[in-house]
């Protein structure tokens, strides 16, 4: 799962960056309002925490960004104020949620699980597809009620594919969700390569129904046998 920070304050930002990492999510920042709008025009994010107090512009205009635009990230807001009006601007621009600062990171991450099962998997926990079963919290996997073992790029890519079932997701799409920034130190892809041929091995062997398919020159797209 991909988390975009848009916060100026830089050791809450550098905070949450911290904690969500260790929850295993692929997080990027931005400090500012030019920023995290570019980032929102070229970057897909399954989640953005946005401040709207941001040095040189407004939280709410991003908002206003995203709803034009027809994405459908999951906003959680989180500011310093408090007021009823902010917060009423904030969720009929579209936020999914409301934080007020100071806040505990365990009540944010606990949001965060909450919007992505509410958004993402209509309140479900687990992504279901052929005999393979996906448990986005406990980022387990199973065939067949059998665990699979995966690595942590394994899981994310596995993940990544599955939230895309049967469409065509480019090799830059997914080295951007999956790798966030640190893609752009990559001369090439051959990276993502050897882990879906890893993933694609492991899948076989478990006699899973759902298929890794290559489409040259491309991407992939995951299909149920």
Same mark, same amino acid.
Request: glycine share 4%; proline share 1%.
């Given at each position: 799962?991909k988390?975009?920070?848009?916060?100026?304050?830089?050791?809450?930002?550098?905070?949450?960056?911290?904690?969500?990492?260790?929850?295993?999510f692929?997080?990027?920042t931005?400090?500012?309002?030019?920023?995290?709008?570019?980032?929102?025009d070229?970057?897909?994010?399954?989640?953005?925490?946005?401040?709207?107090?941001?040095?040189?512009?407004?939280?709410?205009?991003?908002?206003?960004?995203?709803?034009?635009?027809?994405?459908?990230?999951?906003?959680?807001?989180?500011?310093?104020?408090?007021?009823?009006?902010?917060?009423l601007?904030?969720?009929?621009?579209? %936020?999914?949620?409301?934080?007020?600062?100071?806040?505990?990171?365990?009540?944010?991450? %606990?949001?965060?699980?909450?919007?992505?099962?509410?958004?993402?998997?209509?309140?479900?926990?687990?992504?279901?597809?052929?005999?393979?079963?996906?448990?986005?919290?406990?980022?387990?996997?199973?065939?067949?009620q059998?665990?699979?073992?995966?690595?942590?790029?394994e899981?994310?890519?596995?993940?990544?594919?599955?939230?895309?079932?049967?469409?065509?997701?480019?090799?830059?799409?997914?080295?951007?969700?999956?790798?966030?920034?640190?893609?752009?130190?990559?001369?090439?892809?051959?990276?993502?390569?050897?882990?879906?041929?890893?993933?694609?091995k492991?899948?076989?062997?478990?006699?899973?129904?759902?298929?890794?398919?290559?489409?040259?020159?491309?991407?992939?797209?995951?299909?149920?046998?």
């Amino acid at each position: 799962m991909k988390i975009l920070i848009v916060e100026d304050e830089k050791e809450l930002s550098k905070s949450l960056e911290e904690s969500l990492t260790k929850e295993l999510f692929v997080v990027e920042t931005a400090a500012n309002f030019i920023t995290a709008s570019e980032k929102i025009d070229i970057y897909e994010y399954d989640c953005i925490l946005l401040d709207i107090g941001l040095p040189d512009g407004s939280g709410l205009e991003i908002l206003r960004q995203l709803k034009k635009a027809g994405k459908s990230e999951n906003v959680i807001i989180i500011s310093a104020k408090d007021s009823l009006d902010d917060k009423l601007m904030g969720l009929n621009l579209g %936020a999914d949620d409301y934080l007020t600062k100071p806040f505990h990171i365990a009540e944010l991450n %606990a949001r965060i699980k909450a919007v992505l099962r509410r958004k993402k998997l209509k309140g479900k926990q687990r992504l279901e597809y052929g005999n393979l079963s996906l448990d986005i919290e406990e980022r387990r996997v199973y065939v067949n009620q059998d665990l699979l073992s995966l690595n942590r790029k394994e899981f994310d890519i596995l993940n990544y594919f599955l939230f895309n079932k049967n469409r065509l997701v480019t090799k830059t799409a997914l080295a951007e969700h999956v790798w966030g920034d640190n893609i752009d130190q990559a001369d090439n892809f051959d990276f993502i390569y050897y882990q879906i041929k890893n993933l694609r091995k492991k899948l076989r062997e478990a006699n899973t129904n759902v298929k890794i398919n290559a489409v040259y020159g491309i991407g992939y797209r995951i299909t149920e046998e």
